[in-house]
């Protein structure tokens, strides 16, 4: 069962038992206020006992009642939030949907989720149209909260909420949510300071003893900071992967090849032995997710290759197997993919990096108090070290297996040197130096081109397995050889900008 996405932007306002909502015909642009009678709605909020959801502005709740019934889970996105949508379950008991504990799973785990709270509103909907279409509704709610403690609250709020799919453009939605708060306000509501119902009927959460990272500028402070900033895509994009969004799976790769990429190229800072085992925990998950993510990059190449070749020379017949052949592949290896993300393997990597980040393990060696500036350029000038080392390796046997691999070892090396420049450059003191910076979009250069050699390798060698089956099945297979001789074009291409961004690094 797919979960129904749809953005949120709304705003809430404090309202007295006796304040009259005002007149809303008079807005611009609206041409009728179509206000219903009060619905009863009930939702039960769920969370983990240290309250992990909340702590990242997440909510999950089964509400029942008024017209959107069922199970939701808002995720924050800027300004607005990205609200996900299941049916109720039918059954006697409540009964999470899986489909709604696994878009959680990177936060919960394997903890226990459990009921916080439940909150009954009596709910009046005031409908604002627009010509032929409902551009936002105004909801006047009367709120009573039990929280799991059996604490009582209650209140009365205003909330106004833009309609999904309107035509209104970014303009006219912002002017709309401002002349009707005008009105809100002049009407003797205030702009709501609370972040949810939730959170006011929970109040405050319980505050967790902050870390002293040390001075800013210090080794510790700039290491713990950056190594934050790469595990922020972990909890970004696991739940989109597992929501099919596109580019997804892509960039929870990134993320995860970011961090070990940041271990890799300080573990002569950090203490080696723990950034090893981490990494290759994190590895697991790499390898994962990119199996699958390979298959989607060679789908991405046979159609763009699909606009150059000459249907003389490469056949439908041929284009339509290697096709068939990648989507089952891609369907495959996500499966495994996702299976892995909902392991406790994966989970348990997830709480070894927890673990890390919450004191940086530094090497004996280094004062956490000095300044980061000296370890963190040495740490840069290495890198760039290893990445020369390789290449000239490689340019000395210029073909071969053994000449692959070093190349490989020198795009791998480059994505590591990018991904700490990254993640470095504007946390404050660690003063990289202008040239050290400048060497992220060198080296990214150097590891575009190193990557769109090996891609075109990979195609190369899985244009040749389809090939074979080809035959087998008594097909032509001329096509199959046009187009893995046309890769050979491309791959000379890509180490070109090679050599070019060896020199530039």
């Given at each position: 069962?797919?979960?129904?996405?749809?953005?949120?932007?709304?705003?809430?306002?404090?309202?007295?038992?006796?304040?009259?909502?005002?007149?809303?015909?008079?807005?611009?642009?609206?041409?009728?206020?179509?206000?219903?009678?009060?619905v009863d709605l009930e939702a039960i909020y769920f969370d983990t006992p240290d309250h992990v959801l909340r702590r990242n502005r997440?909510?999950?709740?089964?509400?029942?009642?008024?017209?959107?019934?069922?199970?939701?889970?808002?995720?924050?996105?800027?300004?607005?939030?990205?609200?996900?949508?299941?049916?109720?379950?039918?059954?006697?008991?409540?009964?999470?949907?899986?489909?709604?504990?696994?878009?959680?799973?990177?936060?919960?785990?394997?903890?226990?989720?459990?009921?916080?709270?439940?909150?009954?509103?009596?709910?009046?909907f005031h409908y604002l149209h627009a010509g032929e279409e409902i551009v936002a509704q105004v909801c006047d709610d009367i709120v009573?909260?039990?929280?799991?403690?059996?604490?009582?609250?209650?209140?009365?709020?205003?909330?106004?909420?833009?309609?999904?799919?309107?035509?209104?453009?970014?303009?006219?939605?912002?002017?709309?949510?401002?002349?009707?708060?005008?009105?809100?306000?002049?009407?003797?509501?205030?702009?709501?300071?609370?972040?949810?119902?939730?959170?006011?009927?929970?109040?405050?959460?319980?505050?967790?003893?902050?870390?002293?990272?040390?001075?800013?500028?210090?080794?510790?402070?700039?290491?713990?900071?950056?190594?934050?900033?790469?595990?922020?895509?972990?909890?970004?994009?696991?739940?989109?992967?597992?929501?099919?969004?596109?580019?997804?799976?892509?960039?929870?790769?990134?993320?995860?090849?970011?961090?070990?990429?940041?271990?890799?190229?300080?573990?002569?800072?950090?203490?080696?032995?723990?950034?090893?085992?981490?990494?290759?925990?994190?590895?697991?998950?790499?390898?994962?997710?990119?199996?699958?993510?390979?298959?989607?990059?060679?789908?991405?190449?046979?159609?763009?290759?699909?606009?150059?070749?000459?249907?003389?020379?490469?056949?439908?017949?041929?284009?339509?197997?290697?096709?068939?052949?990648?989507?089952?592949?891609?369907?495959?290896?996500?499966?495994?993919?996702?299976?892995?993300?909902?392991?406790?393997?994966?989970?348990?990597?997830?709480?070894?990096?927890?673990?890390?980040?919450?004191?940086?393990?530094?090497?004996?060696?280094?004062?956490?108090?000095?300044?980061?500036?000296?370890?963190?350029?040495?740490?840069?000038?290495?890198?760039?070290?290893?990445?020369?080392?390789?290449?000239?390796?490689?340019?000395?046997?210029?073909?071969?297996?053994?000449?692959?691999?070093?190349?490989?070892?020198?795009?791998?090396?480059?994505?590591?040197?990018?991904?700490?420049?990254?993640?470095?450059?504007?946390?404050?003191?660690?003063?990289?130096?202008?040239?050290?910076?400048?060497?992220?979009?060198?080296?990214?250069?150097?590891?575009?081109?190193?990557?769109?050699?090996?891609?075109?390798?990979?195609?190369?060698?899985?244009?040749?397995?389809?090939?074979?089956?080809?035959?087998?099945?008594?097909?032509?297979?001329?096509?199959?050889?046009?187009?893995?001789?046309?890769?050979?074009?491309?791959?000379?291409?890509?180490?070109?900008?090679?050599?070019?961004?060896?020199?530039?690094?």
């Amino acid at each position: 069962m797919a979960l129904e996405a749809q953005r949120e932007v709304e705003r809430k306002y404090d309202v007295s038992a006796e304040i009259q909502l005002p007149d809303l015909n008079s807005v611009a642009g609206i041409a009728l206020v179509d206000s219903q009678k009060p619905v009863d709605l009930e939702a039960i909020y769920f969370d983990t006992p240290d309250h992990v959801l909340r702590r990242n502005r997440i909510t999950l709740r089964r509400r029942t009642g008024g017209p959107d019934s069922g199970w939701h889970v808002k995720f924050p996105s800027g300004e607005s939030r990205i609200e996900l949508h299941a049916p109720l379950d039918t059954g006697a008991y409540i009964e999470m949907p899986q489909e709604i504990r696994d878009v959680v799973a990177v936060f919960v785990r394997e903890n226990t989720l459990q009921r916080t709270a439940t909150l009954k509103t009596s709910r009046t909907f005031h409908y604002l149209h627009a010509g032929e279409e409902i551009v936002a509704q105004v909801c006047d709610d009367i709120v009573t909260s039990v929280s799991a403690s059996a604490q009582v609250k209650r209140w009365r709020e205003w909330e106004m909420e833009l309609e999904n799919g309107s035509s209104l453009d970014e303009k006219q939605r912002d002017a709309l949510l401002d002349e009707v708060e005008e009105k809100l306000i002049a009407a003797g509501a205030h702009r709501s300071l609370r972040a949810s119902k939730l959170s006011f009927a929970l109040g405050p959460l319980p505050e967790i003893e902050e870390r002293n990272i040390g001075k800013k500028g210090s080794l510790r402070a700039v290491l713990t900071l950056a190594f934050h900033s790469a595990a922020s895509g972990l909890a970004l994009w696991d739940p989109r992967v597992r929501r099919g969004e596109p580019d997804a799976l892509h960039q929870l790769r990134v993320s995860v090849r970011t961090f070990r990429g940041l271990l890799k190229v300080t573990r002569k800072i950090v203490d080696e032995e723990r950034a090893r085992a981490l990494s290759a925990q994190l590895r697991v998950t790499g390898q994962a997710l990119g199996t699958a993510r390979d298959a989607e990059v060679h789908l991405e190449i046979l159609e763009e290759r699909v606009d150059r070749w000459n249907r003389d020379t490469v056949s439908e017949q041929a284009i339509a197997r290697l096709r068939t052949r990648l989507e089952t592949e891609q369907e495959t290896a996500l499966a495994a993919a996702l299976e892995h993300l909902r392991s406790p393997e994966y989970f348990a990597t997830l709480d070894a990096v927890d673990a890390f980040l919450a004191e940086i393990p530094l090497n004996s060696k280094y004062d956490a108090a000095a300044k980061a500036r000296g370890p963190l350029r040495l740490a840069v000038d290495r890198q760039v070290a290893r990445i020369k080392n390789h290449v000239e390796s490689a340019a000395a046997i210029s073909e071969g297996d053994e000449w692959i691999h070093l190349l490989h070892e020198a795009r791998k090396e480059a994505k590591s040197l990018r991904y700490m420049i990254r993640h470095l450059e504007d946390v404050p003191g660690s003063d990289l130096g202008g040239r050290r910076k400048a060497l992220r979009v060198r080296a990214e250069g150097l590891q575009n081109g190193l990557g769109e050699h090996r891609d075109s390798l990979a195609f190369q060698t899985f244009v040749r397995s389809v090939a074979r089956e080809a035959a087998a099945a008594g097909e032509e297979t001329f096509s199959y050889g046009v187009l893995y001789a046309a890769e050979q074009e491309i791959q000379d291409f890509a180490l070109e900008r090679v050599r070019d961004g060896l020199k530039k690094l």
